[in-house]
C-alpha cells in the first residue's frame, strides 16, 4: 500500500468536534496561546503569551471542555506566579500547574486553582541550569522532563526543582527542541524543532530512533512544535510551519494529517450574538475561499482560510483520549476525537 493509499484509507482517524476560545486582550478568551494542560480535575488551563507590545495581556485563562469558564490567573512580570515569556504547561498527579519561561529561565507553580506555590530554574549551560526552557511534561513518578531549547538538551528534574539527568548534550543530537511528552511506553519524544522532526528516547536518555525529516510530504515536518502519544501508541505531531497536525504509526510511518476544521466556538458565537455590528459583515465574508489562490503557501492558506490551523503551537491528549490542539494565531484550541 503506497503512502498516499494509507492517507486516503485513514483519513477519517479523526473526527472534528468542536472549538473553544476567542481573542481577547483580557478575561475570557486567549491572546496568542501557545500552550495547554489538563488538570486532575479535567480543567484545561491555557497560557496566552501575547506580544511584545501587549505585555499586560499574558494571563492563563481556566476553563473546561464544554467552554465552561472558571477564570485567569498570572501576569506579566518577575515576582511570584508573574512571567514574561511563557512557553510549555504541564501538570502534576496533584493537579498543580507548572509553566515554563524562556525569558526567565525558570519555573512556575502553581496550585489547581491557579494560586502561585514557588518558582525555580537557574540560566545558564551547566548541569541543571537553562537557556530557554520550553516544552514541558511529567512522567508517572512525578518527575519533570524539561527541553532546554538552545542548550539542545533535555533535563529531568524532581517536581521541587532538583536536578536528576541531562539528556544527550554530549552527542549534540537535538537543534532547538521544544514540546515533548512522556508517553504510556515509558519513552521521551521531542519535538525537535531546528531538526524537523521528532526524536524518541527511552527513559534513561538513550536515543532510540527519530521519525521524519524536512518537508511538505506526508510523513514530513517543518519545525515540528509539539508531540503527542496515545494509549494505542499512535503520535500525534503539531506541524508547526506546515499549518497543519500529522498522525503516525508506533512505528513512525505515516497514517493521516489534517489542516483542521474549525467551527465558532460558544464563546465567539455569545460575541456575535451580542455585537450585531461584527456579526453581520461578517456572514458576508468568504470565510473559506479556495485555497489556490495562494500559490501552495500554507501560511498564506490558513490565514485566510478561517477553518485552518493558523499556527498549531501545541497538541496534547486528555484523560479521555480527546486530541487538543492549541493554535497560537487563531487564538483557539481545536479539539478532535478518535474514530472507534
Known amino acids: 500500500m503506497t503512502t498516499d493509499s494509507i492517507s486516503q484509507s485513514k483519513s477519517e482517524f479523526l473526527k ?17 496561546p501557545v500552550d ?10 491555557t497560557v496566552s503569551r501575547a506580544w511584545v507590545n501587549a505585555s499586560s495581556n499574558l494571563r492563563i485563562t481556566m476553563y473546561d471542555i464544554e467552554s465552561e469558564y472558571y477564570g ?16 510549555g ?28 506555590i514557588s518558582n525555580w530554574g537557574v540560566h545558564g549551560s551547566k548541569e541543571g541550569q537553562f ?3 520550553s516544552g514541558i511534561a511529567f ?7 524539561v527541553s532546554d531549547s538552545i542548550n539542545n538538551r533535555i533535563l529531568r528534574f524532581s517536581k521541587d526543582g532538583i536536578h536528576q539527568a541531562s539528556f544527550e548534550i554530549e552527542q549534540n543530537l537535538l537543534n532547538r527542541p521544544w514540546g515533548l511528552t512522556f508517553a504510556p511506553d515509558r519513552c521521551i519524544y521531542v519535538a525537535d524543532w531546528g531538526n524537523d522532526r521528532v526524536c524518541k528516547f527511552n527513559e534513561e536518555g538513550e536515543f532510540v530512533k527519530s521519525f521524519g525529516k524536512r518537508g511538505t510530504g506526508n510523513g514530513q515536518f517543518r519545525n515540528p512544535s509539539s508531540v503527542a502519544v496515545d494509549v494505542d501508541g499512535y503520535i500525534y505531531v503539531a506541524d508547526w510551519a506546515n499549518e497543519r497536525i500529522q498522525v503516525l504509526s508506533k512505528d513512525g510511518d505515516f497514517i493521516a494529517k ?22 453581520e459583515p461578517r456572514s458576508r465574508s468568504n470565510l473559506e475561499p479556495d485555497p489556490d489562490m495562494f500559490g501552495g503557501d500554507p501560511h498564506e492558506e490558513s490565514a485566510h482560510i478561517e477553518k485552518y490551523f493558523w499556527g498549531p503551537t501545541s497538541i496534547k491528549i486528555d484523560q479521555k483520549g480527546r486530541i487538543l490542539v492549541t493554535e497560537s494565531n487563531r487564538h483557539r484550541v481545536q479539539v478532535y476525537e478518535r474514530n472507534p
Not at 512522567?139 to 522532563?145: S, V
Open 16 to 32: 472534528y468536534s468542536h472549538s473553544i476560545g476567542i481573542c481577547v486582550m483580557e478575561g475570557r478568551g486567549f491572546m496568542f
Open 36 to 45: 495547554t494542560t489538563v488538570g486532575k480535575d479535567g480543567r484545561m488551563h
Open 72 to 87: 485567569v490567573y498570572g501576569e506579566f512580570g518577575e515576582g511570584l506566579g508573574e512571567f514574561r515569556w511563557p512557553a
Open 89 to 116: 504547561m504541564a501538570a502534576d498527579s496533584a493537579g498543580n500547574i507548572y509553566l515554563s519561561d524562556e525569558q526567565t529561565q525558570r519555573i512556575n507553580v502553581y496550585s489547581a486553582d491557579g494560586i502561585a
Open 131 to 133: 537557556d530557554r526552557p
Open 139 to 145: 512522567d508517572p513518578e512525578d518527575n519533570l522532563y
Open 258 to 279: 489534517y489542516r483542521g476544521e474549525s467551527t465558532v466556538s460558544k464563546w465567539a458565537q455569545e460575541f456575535l450574538d451580542s455585537n450585531v455590528e461584527e456579526a
